[in-house]
């Protein structure tokens, strides 16, 4: 709590929020990487979104929902929720690396990077080139580059990836 009056609460995704309502609800990474690999696990968490979440808002009018997450998933929460309301929702990608086909939204938070690097200390070249190398390109687009990758196995040639913008303009 604090003195005038508010408080924090938290719970889980699939957890329980009964009769609690808030100003602003913030969901931080509600799906985690292993659980975006079942498609089951993904349409709960969006189930879970549409049931639970959207029924806490104290004030539907102007109560928001913040969310913060990586691209797990083509479904993911974020996917979901940016093809249910794209028109409402102000949505920010900021890429761990970025070129001319891999842009950050807005376009001006491209001022921000350096050496088309979002942060030069904590994801220099070298560590997201280990992290690919750990990680595997599918994993790394959608985690690192926030690229919407369809699960087909998790195979493909980088140098193919359709970026959302892309995939927006074809259509």
Request: hydrophobic share 35%; proline share 3%; glycine share 8%.
């Given at each position: 709590g604090?003195s ?6 938290a ?6 929020i ?5 100003h ?14 079942s ?5 709960n ?15 539907n ?5 913040i ?5 797990l998933?083509?479904n ?6 940016l ?15 970025i070129?001319?086909?891999n842009?950050?939204?807005p376009?001006?938070l ?7 690097l ?5 994801l220099?070249?070298e ?8 990680m ?6 959608m ?9 087909s ?19």
């Open positions: 604090n005038i009056g508010g408080f924090r609460y719970t889980s995704t699939g957890g329980t009964g009769g609690i309502h808030a602003f609800v913030n969901l931080d990474d509600p799906l985690n990487p292993v659980d975006a690999l498609d089951v696990m993904v349409r968490a969006n189930e879970w979104l549409d049931n639970v979440i959207y029924s806490r808002k104290v004030d009018d102007v109560s928001v929902v969310l913060v997450m990586q691209r998933h083509e993911d929460i974020t996917g979901y929720m093809s249910k309301n794209a028109g409402k929702i102000k949505h920010i990608c900021l890429p761990a690396e070129d001319e086909k842009l950050p939204k376009l001006e491209q001022k921000y990077y350096v050496y088309g979002l942060d030069t200390q904590r220099s070249n560590i997201l080139e280990q992290k690919r190398k750990e595997g390109d599918y994993a790394y687009a985690q690192y580059l926030q690229t919407i990758v369809p699960k196995g998790g195979f493909f040639n980088v140098e193919k990836l359709i970026t959302a913008d892309t995939f927006n303009e074809s259509n």
